[in-house]
């Protein structure tokens, strides 16, 4: 799907191309409450007061940015703590002092 805006000069720019350039950091963005492992994403439900008034809410699970062994590699992951405890999750050696 592609959408063409008119530029000051006459020709069309595309807005699929600069979409593509910024998918990194939509990327990054929209899974940054989400587990690598287990997949534990937000939860959603209603703030109830005393009142019974209700509005919406969100639980995020507690996402820790670790350095973890990814098969033969070391990165860095976003894993919930339930996966860390669990040891679902094998930490790296940590770097040697410098």
């Known amino acids: ?37 287990c997949g534990k994403s937000p939860g959603v439900g209603n703030h109830v007061s005393h009142a019974n008034n209700r509005r919406k809410r969100r639980w995020l699970p507690n996402i820790q940015r670790v350095r973890a062994q990814v098969g033969e590699s070391v990165r860095r992951i976003r894993v919930c703590t339930d996966c860390l405890r669990s040891g679902r999750v094998q930490k790296a050696i940590s770097r040697p002092a410098a």
């Not at 959408?3 to 595309?14: N, S, T, V």
């Open 1 to 37: 799907m592609s959408f063409a805006l008119p530029d000051r000069d006459g020709g069309d720019e595309c807005v699929t191309c600069a979409l593509l350039e910024c998918q990194d950091f939509l990327k990054d963005t929209t899974t940054m409450a989400k587990c690598a492992v």
